[in-house]
């Protein structure tokens, strides 16, 4: 993975049809995704479950692009080697998943993935000076993780603001995660980001057997932000 800060769509397959993984990956790729995000819940950090390494090593050969893995578990270590080994490019662990993040980090990094620290809207940015050189990635949740199809939190843009001239040059992505759609996306990326996740604003009004809505709607998210 080299670094730039051109804008990437990530497709969320907590939207894409469980029965059909494989297929849903290729469609959306071929639709125009550059990154693919897997949301990884454990119905303890967060109020749902989705899936864990095994599905993870499961759909690895489908994706071409970058494995985007969001870990919604806590706690987080004694599963970072397992995910890592599912091939996972990135691994995204919570600011809030326990007390030592700092260790959780180095783990990731020294599992051979590139290291991502995902905060809750609830949580500021006090912490990040010390975080700052040992991340790859932060991910600003837009919504309370757990579910899709939630509601975009605008309080969030400020701290995206704040996040883009605390990194300054360093090689580090901003993510957006939670209720993109093509009314919230040019914020975000006016803001300073430069990943955008989307789960149900990519998804909706196509399936396995008419996969085309997916390139519409990766379109309609790109073009909101051109436009803006
Ligand atoms: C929420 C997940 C998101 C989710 C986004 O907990 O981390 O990745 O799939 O879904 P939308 O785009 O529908 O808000
Ligand atoms: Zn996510």
Redesign the pocket.
Known sequence: MTFDRSIKIAP?I??ADFANFGKEIQSVEAQGADWI?V?VMDGHF?PNLTFGPPLCAAIRPHIKTVMDV?L?IAPVDPYIQAFADAGADILTAHLESGPHVHRTLQAIRAAGCKAGLALNPGTGLEDLPYLLDMIDLVCV?T?N??????KFIHSQIDKVKRLREMIGDRPIHIEI????TPETAPLMTAAGADVL?????VFKGGSVENPAPYGANIRAIRSSIVAA
């Open positions: 969320s907590l939207s995000h949301d967060v969001h919604m949740m919504v993780p757990g579910f899709g199809g939630q995660d939670g209720g993109i996740v989307a789960g149900s604003a």
